[in-house]
């Protein structure tokens, strides 16, 4: 009862409460580290000394250790609640840019990733159940603008990336982000909503749908995040070694992608409400489509981030109303229709990318990323299922 009128109250207080700005710096924090990665990948390469395929299997470790920590997490906040895993996960989190940093053999470091890549994945689905939660307390959409925030940690993880490790070294790039990263959640640390998940609501989500609705919807997600994880993982490769873009240049491939991103996301739950989702969609889809094609195709690395520019616009606003249409599917409860597309949207974001490494070592990154507008036109097709996201925030919440 007196969560409920705390909740009541933070609604009527305002629009944006310290349970939603909590959660706002958990998916800043997170995109924050991820972003500091990016700009690592060709030093984390040339230090192990791996060549495309090698570095391809180190990223597909990472992706493993997401795809197991994950369900571990979903367990875990059924019965515990997402503020005490996303807590727990956060802390965990923090000191692994530095272990991937001082690692000096291929194994550890494979042991550094696979943890790395595990406790972004936990972390993400906490902060996401913790979203959630906070919405119905709220009775609001926020999940563009908490991806929002996620999509401006990378931006200024990744911006601030090549700079520092260029300037300070890699082990200094590290050790700045590290203390960055624990101001973020020392500030967020006291005002997680603490959610108080029921027993009887976990036979449920262990239940696969049988309806094809929910599999549609994570196509959507996985196709939509795919180009997203090749940007963050290959982006500065592609601009260094095809390119010849600097260090610092370079790091502005998911910069520039993060940028407009967080700008698009902040705006996502207006536009959608302005012109619906579907229409969004399509907008939003076309976009990533003619940015993906101006990178793959660019002259020159200043052309080419003005192309992940574009594509950020696009790719923006894709996954949260993919994420809000599952949580509204007639018929099915939100959590099952969530646990399915998310975790199809973020296996593209984790596994596609060491596949597209394999490809590249033969066909070049060029290549990638003119093919990768063709999984954007299979969303395209599937954009009239978005039409159930125009129900988030109404009664059932």
């Known amino acids: 009862m007196d969560n409920q009128l705390t909740a009541a109250t933070q609604t009527r207080a305002g629009f944006f409460t310290k349970n939603r700005a909590a959660v706002s710096l958990l998916f800043l924090m997170n995109g924050f580290l ?8 060709p030093e984390f390469a040339e230090r192990l000394h791996l060549n495309k395929f090698e570095l391809g299997l180190m990223i597909l470790v990472f992706g493993l250790g997401s795809l197991f920590m994950m369900p571990l997490a979903g367990a875990q906040i059924a019965s515990r609640g997402s503020k ?21 053999s291929v194994w550890t470091a494979a042991i550094a990733i696979f943890l790395f890549g595990g406790f972004i994945g936990a972390m993400d689905v906490a902060m996401n159940a913790n979203a959630v939660a906070v919405e119905q307390s709220m009775h609001r ?33 590290a050790q700045v982000a590290t203390v960055l990263a624990a101001i973020f959640l020392a500030a967020a640390w006291p005002m997680i909503l603490a959610d108080h998940p029921h027993p009887d609501e976990e036979k449920p989500k262990a239940r696969l749908p049988m309806t094809p609705l929910p599999w549609l919807l994570g196509i959507m997600a996985l196709f939509s995040m795919v180009p997203e994880g090749a940007v963050l993982d290959w982006g500065a490769l592609y601009l260094r070694e095809e390119l010849g873009a600097s260090i610092t240049l370079s790091g502005f491939a998911f910069a520039a992608f993060s940028l407009t991103m967080s700008t698009m996301r902040f705006a996502g739950d207006l536009v959608r409400d302005r012109f619906g989702a579907v229409m969004t969609l399509r907008v939003c889809t076309l976009f990533a489509i003619v ?17 992940f520019a574009l594509c950020g616009i696009g790719i923006s606003n894709m996954v949260p109303i993919a994420f809000s249409a599952a949580g509204n599917v007639p018929g099915l409860q939100a959590g099952i229709g969530l646990s399915v597309v998310t975790t199809m949207g973020y296996s593209g974001i984790l596994i596609a990318p060491s596949a597209i490494g394999f490809v590249a070592e033969h066909a070049g990154f060029a290549a990638i990323f003119t093919a990768l507008p063709v999984l954007l036109v299979v969303v395209l097709l599937l954009s009239r299922l978005a039409r159930y996201a125009d129900g988030i925030g109404g009664a059932s919440h």
Not at 86 to 92: D, E, N
Not at 94 to 100: E, F, G, K
Not at 291 to 307: D, F, N, T, Y
């Open 34 to 41: 991820v972003g500091c990665w990016a700009p690592k990948i």
């Open 84 to 104: 005490v895993v996303a807590k727990a996960m956060a802390v965990l989190l923090l000191p692994s840019l530095i272990a991937l940093t001082i690692t000096q």
């Open 141 to 173: 959409a926020i999940m563009s603008s908490c991806h929002a925030f996620w999509s401006l940690g990378g931006l200024i993880g990744s911006a601030m990336g090549g700079f520092l490790i260029s300037h300070w070294g890699a082990l200094g790039h």
């Open 291 to 307: 940015g993906m094609l101006i990178a793959s195709r660019a002259p020159s690395a200043e052309i080419a981030v003005i192309g």
